[in-house]
């Protein structure tokens, strides 16, 4: 069992940053792929990033690639999402979730946190 708790969200302006952050409980942390997904209002859940254990194993979605980046520390049982030239479309609620399976990193994740929002004005 993994427990997921999301933090940093907020208000931002078009152009800022934000760090998302999310504190993982329960053991063998390194195993699990993490991942970071947003739900905008009326949406769906979409993929932003994932990091299999450390390393240069990371993945994004187009839409956020060269702004985002997700990192790891396994000591810390956390892994963060730094967000920068934020843009009104990354208006969403961001979750944090993991899993064991490696495949296909932006499905099938097992645990999630509770979200963070995030506002971007224009």
């Known amino acids: 069992q993994v427990q997921l708790v999301e933090s940093g969200g907020g208000l931002v302006q078009a152009g800022g940053s934000l760090r998302l952050s999310c504190a993982a409980s329960?053991?063998?942390?390194?195993?699990?792929?993490m991942g970071w997904f947003r739900q905008a209002p009326g949406k769906e859940r979409e993929f932003v990033a994932a990091?299999?254990?450390?390393?240069?194993?990371?993945y994004y979605a187009d839409s956020v690639k060269g702004r985002f980046t997700i990192s790891r520390d396994n000591a810390k049982n956390t892994v963060d999402l730094q967000m920068n030239s934020l843009k009104p479309e990354d208006t969403a609620v961001y979750y944090c979730?993991?899993?064991?399976?490696?495949?296909?990193?932006?499905?099938?994740?097992?645990?999630w946190g509770q979200g963070t929002q995030v506002t971007v004005s224009s």
């Open positions: 979730g993991a899993k064991i399976q490696p495949m296909d990193v932006k499905h099938h994740y097992d645990y």
């Open positions: 329960g053991r063998s942390f390194s195993r699990y792929v």
């Open positions: 990091m299999i254990r450390s390393g240069p194993s990371t």
